[in-house]
């Protein structure tokens, strides 16, 4: 069974901020919400991850709602060089080093 | 640093030939992971190493070999290529422990071909 869902496709414009969902209803106690993003076919790049609180860094921020069962990464302002495939993964890694990859979001960033 | 790095960068294969994927970090990484990336789909678990001379099976682990005889490096093998196995292969490292210190560090990939 996925972990998480993700729409698979967006388009966003340029300067604006791009909000990318993800739904996690089955996310467990102790379980984690990582963001990773793949640029055209370079290696899978971290961007954020959270647990419960909304996080922030210099590259994004992460919201989860309260029942965390989903959450929204926000890229601020958004430039051509963050069209990727954005990953949003759910894993606990106690014990168990494995990150599962889905299909993500392919987000587009239109001039 | 260089941080994560993968020899070769491409590579054809005829069917039943052999070879050998090498990756490095400098990043003194406990932790180390070889993905396979199908066209179209997101990357999947191929072996991973918690530690030098240590390794553990992924989600897709057959036709597929691994060696952690150094800390920096993670070797991954074919024995008999086959077409089934046409993908980019991307090594990864992290930091030891679980959540929430991980962070996988990605390599550049390696595209393969299987003719």
């Known amino acids: 069974d996925a972990k998480t869902t993700q729409p698979p496709s967006m388009d966003c414009a340029e300067g604006r901020a791009a909000n990318l969902p993800c739904n996690h209803s089955?996310?467990?106690?102790?379980?984690?919400v990582y963001w990773y993003r793949q640029i055209h076919s370079q290696g899978p790049q971290y961007i954020i991850h959270?647990?419960?609180n909304n996080e922030t860094n210099e590259m994004a921020s992460l919201i989860i709602t309260e029942d965390r069962k989903s959450s929204t990464l926000i890229l601020p302002h958004a430039t051509l060089r963050d069209t990727a495939v954005y990953y949003c993964?759910?894993?606990?890694?106690?014990?168990?080093?494995?990150?599962?990859f889905g299909t993500g979001t392919r987000l587009t960033i239109i001039p | 640093n260089a941080g994560v790095t993968q020899t070769p960068k491409f590579r054809v294969l005829k069917t039943g030939q052999s070879m050998t994927l090498l990756c490095a970090q400098d990043?003194?990484?406990?932790?180390m992971y070889w993905y396979r990336q199908d066209p179209g789909m997101g990357l999947r678990l191929i072996h991973y190493?918690?530690?030098?001379?240590?390794?553990a099976k992924g989600e897709v682990p057959d036709g597929y070999n691994v060696s952690r005889l150094k800390k920096q490096n993670f070797l991954l093998g074919l024995e008999s290529a086959a077409p089934s196995q046409t993908s980019v292969y991307f090594c990864?490292?992290?930091?030891?422990?679980?959540?929430?210190?991980?962070?996988?560090?990605f390599g550049p990939g390696t595209r393969l071909t299987v003719t």
């Open positions: 190493s918690v530690g030098e001379g240590t390794t």
């Open positions: 993964i759910v894993s606990s890694n106690f014990g168990n080093e494995k990150l599962t």
């Open positions: 089955t996310i467990s106690g102790n379980e984690y």
């Open positions: 959270g647990l419960k």
């Open positions: 990043m003194n990484h406990e932790y």
């Open positions: 990864a490292s992290s930091k030891p422990g679980g959540a929430p210190n991980y962070e996988q560090y």
